[in-house]
């Protein structure tokens, strides 16, 4: 038994996490169990059949239900081993493990190591004197020589990161908003309280954790600067403020000391069976991100490969990205990949529906762990939000960028409310989506053209398809940037699958598969045909064929 460990555990894996699809189903927004119009635990749980027999997911990602202000999404935690009374009870939470593992679906819990609400109790000692035992549980700083805050670090929700204390005539760190102090993770009093509430959750049947922004955790110990951008370059695939734009985020993140936390953290969670740590981590070159897999594979099981969502929607230039990662990740290592999520736009209105589709295919056939936001598998779009009914404090900041319009609520039917609550339309959490009777579930699942069915195939096939989950990737056909089409196969055994996706407007023969079945189709009534000479994609589609090995030809890379 290590030092880490309270428990001792068999450290035999079963892998469960490279074959499962992870849905993330962000609390607030999924479905109100009580009627208060904010999504809980009992709505999650409610929805428990949808995840695993309709649409057929393996993991749940809940998102934070911790004791919190709420100002962030429930990222702002007071109090890290209770659960925020809006989303439930501890009770609650006991029950959504039990009626999830019933169905074999694991749950994923948030780990929010990086910060903590202003109210939380170690904050609120830590803020009230200078030589409070709990003040170096926090990042605190003289103001610079001449005045003013240490030094010239922005946030992602904007402005300074350092807010001065009246009180103690010190700074604090904040790295997100003024009311998301950040932890002192050098401190080594921090670590160990920390690692504690990871094993609160674990030993509660927690199947394993999101570690929320997990690059960030070590800063630079000298607190030097961050280089200004000479020209700000914001980040359209993710919804920051403009000043985080205007530097180089060099020092304010991502120390090389942060793998040996994350190692710590990493420690805990390898004392349980069976669990797992995830990490979010910024898009950022591949070969930074293969290092939080660890050379021995002891960081992270799986961090985020963000880098995708943040490649132009381009055949050539996704497919030189997913080489390049393939390259730079460690032997054995598994990505979890993402298309999305809940701080950045939706899917479908970055991509338009007809591409969103192509991006079902692609996301669920390639090598990795696949993560969806849930909707998406409905082809939810942003929706506008009037500045009255906004919950995202980020949006508040001047200048500021909300994220609600992509948190709007699951449409789960076409009448009240969409069926998320039996609340007032003025209490809903956030308002339901304006096209409701076109994206709902209820409408989708009875029709086979929709992008519920879609989703639906695709995970159905998946499950009875080792090629898909664990076969061995291969690019087919050598694409250049200006070209629309790129086709993979993923084998295992004697089993090929070949995915053709095609990203454009046009009509593109393929000229690698010559044979096999057509197994699934963003077009429909393609499905269970043979393939003759050639393979012809309409535009818009992407097929996933079943090829025996004489059916294409020798590929090109
Ligand atoms: C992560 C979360 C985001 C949150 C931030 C601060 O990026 O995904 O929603 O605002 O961390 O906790
Ligand atoms: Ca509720």
């Known amino acids: 038994m290590n030092m880490y460990c309270r428990t001792t555990a068999d450290a035999e894996s079963s892998l469960w996490w490279q074959r499962a699809v992870i849905y993330e189903n962000h609390l607030p927004s999924f479905r109100d169990g009580n009627g208060d119009g904010i999504g809980d635990l009992v709505g999650l749980t409610m929805s428990l059949d949808y995840l695993s027999d309709a649409l057929g997911v393996d993991a749940v990602w809940v998102g934070p239900f911790y004791r919190s202000p709420l100002l962030d999404q429930g990222y702002d935690i007071s109090d890290h081993c209770d659960v925020e009374p809006v989303f439930g009870t501890m009770a609650d939470f006991d029950r959504l493990i039990v009626e999830a593992h019933l169905r074999s679906i694991r749950v994923i819990v948030d780990f929010v190591p990086n910060h903590t609400s202003d109210q939380h109790p170690w904050f609120v000692e830590s803020r009230s004197s200078r030589s409070n035992a709990h003040r170096d549980w926090y990042v605190w700083r003289d103001p610079a020589v001449g005045g003013g805050p240490p030094n010239n670090w922005t946030s992602e929700a904007g402005g300074s990161v350092w807010e001065l204390d009246d009180l103690t005539g010190q700074y604090y760190l904040h790295s997100h908003l003024i009311e998301q102090p950040d932890l002192n993770w050098r401190n080594a009093e921090v670590r160990g309280a920390m690692l504690d509430v990871l094993r609160f959750w674990l030993d509660r049947g927690a199947d394993g954790v999101r570690i929320d922004v997990a690059h960030m955790l070590m800063k630079d110990p000298e607190f030097r600067d961050n280089p200004v951008r000479e020209i700000p370059e914001v980040n359209e695939y993710d919804l920051q403020h403009a000043d985080f734009a205007t530097q180089h985020h060099i020092n304010d993140r991502g120390h090389r000391d942060v793998f040996d936390v994350l190692r710590e953290i990493r420690r805990v969670v390898d004392c349980y069976p069976d669990r797992i740590c995830i990490g979010e981590i910024e898009g950022m070159p591949w070969a930074d991100w293969a290092k939080y897999f660890g050379e021995q594979l002891d960081v992270l099981h799986m961090p985020f490969a963000f880098r995708l969502i943040e490649t132009p929607w381009q055949a050539g230039a996704l497919a030189d990205e997913v080489d390049a990662m393939l390259d730079a990740a460690p032997a054995d290592a598994w990505a979890v990949l993402a298309l999305g999520n809940h701080d950045r736009p939706r899917l479908a209105s970055r ?33 506008p939000v009037p500045a009255e009914r906004q919950r995202d404090r980020f949006a508040r900041m001047v200048g500021g960028v909300s994220r609600d319009p992509t948190r709007t609520p699951m449409p789960w039917t076409s009448g009240r409310n969409g069926g998320f609550s039996e609340a007032d339309e003025r209490l809903l959490w956030l308002p339901i989506s304006k096209r409701l009777t076109e994206v709902a579930v209820s409408t989708q699942i009875e029709d086979d053209s929709s992008s519920l069915a879609l989703y639906r195939r695709v995970l159905a096939l998946r499950r009875r398809s080792p090629a898909l989950t664990s076969g061995a990737y291969r690019r087919l056909v050598p694409v250049t940037p200006n070209e629309d089409v790129w086709v993979y196969e993923r084998g295992v055994g004697e089993e090929r699958k070949v995915v053709a996706l095609n990203f454009g407007q046009r009509w593109q023969r393929t000229e690698v598969i010559t044979g096999g079945e057509v197994v699934v189709s963003t077009v ?11 393979l012809e994609l309409a535009p ?6 079943n090829t025996g090995a004489a059916h294409h030809r020798t590929e090109s890379k």
Not at 352 to 378: F, K, N, S, W
Not at 525 to 532: H, I, L, P, S, T
């Open 540 to 545: 818009n589609e992407a097929v996933i064929v």
């Open 351 to 383: 991509l338009g529906q007809a591409q969103a589709r192509v991006a079902a295919i692609m996301l669920l056939t390639l090598p990795g762990t696949p993560t969806l936001l849930y909707g998406d598998e409905l082809g939810l779009e942003d929706q």
């Open 524 to 534: 429909l009534g393609r499905e269970g045909r043979a393939v003759a000479e050639r």
